[in-house]
């Protein structure tokens, strides 16, 4: 549709002439935008990262000194 079918001016007006259309709020407000941040808590944690890698850092070790006594 035409700004002037939309404003119920007949034919082509002006661009002056045209009474204002502005747009606004739906009646009764917008809805509130919900902006916390709700991060669920999956994963192992930070005690079970930390033995882990301590465990693998020695083994790590292990098999360095069972080759360097091989060597």
């Known amino acids: 549709m035409t700004e002037a079918v ?7 007006a002006s661009i002056k002439d045209m009474p204002v259309l502005q747009d606004g709020p ?5 809805a509130p935008v919900r902006f916390a941040r709700r991060i669920p808590s999956k994963g192992p ?8 890698a ?9 098999q360095v000194g069972k080759g360097n006594k091989i060597r």
Do not use: D, T
């Open 6 to 12: 939309i404003r119920k001016k007949a034919g082509m």
């Open 26 to 30: 739906p009646p009764g407000g917008f």
């Open 54 to 62: 301590l465990g693998a850092f020695s083994w790590g070790m292990y």
């Open 45 to 52: 944690s930070a005690m079970a990262i930390f033995f882990a």
